[in-house]
């Protein structure tokens, strides 16, 4: 994807990504047939497509991260879930949370309730996690002005 399509795409996640140094971004599914785990993303300074072997690479860490996951939740105590999986459930349960709140908040789909809280997150130069906790306990709520832009 050109760099123009990017920022239009992305248009404050991009310059900052490039502040940092990255120049080029992959993402690979982390999954089980059809049950999806999360994703795997891969960052790199330098731009372009990645090469055969890094290809085959991040496939294998992606892999990895998998069974890594899947043996944590086989050793876990039954009914359970594995060290650290029920902390990353329930931020994500909160982000999610937050979410819908967000989508009642503004009227808005979900999909753009999540583009809301990335911005607010990236303005204010926040965790998503913690601006979804603001969220959920009520401290931060968005309310749309009279232009429908969100105002916090």
């Not at 503004?106 to 996690?129: D, K, Q």
Request: hydrophobic share 45%.
């Amino acid at each position: 994807m050109s760099t123009d399509r990017l920022t239009r795409r992305w248009p404050a996640y991009t310059p900052a990504a490039h502040d940092e140094g990255l120049c080029a971004v992959f993402a690979f599914p982390l999954q089980v047939g059809a049950a999806r785990l999360g994703v795997f993303d891969a960052f790199r300074t330098r731009a372009g497509p990645l090469s055969g072997a890094e290809l085959r690479q991040a496939f294998t860490f992606a892999d990895l991260a998998v069974r890594i996951l899947l043996d944590g939740q086989d050793h876990a105590i039954a009914g359970a879930a594995a060290d650290g999986l029920d902390e990353a459930i329930e931020r994500s349960a909160e982000l999610f949370q937050a979410q819908g709140m967000v989508m009642v908040q503004l009227g808005v789909s979900l999909a753009e309730a999540l583009v809301r809280i990335r911005a607010h997150t990236y303005a204010e130069n926040r965790r998503i996690t913690d601006v979804a906790r603001d969220i959920v306990a009520r401290r931060l709520r968005f309310a749309p002005d009279q232009h429908g832009q969100e105002q916090t």
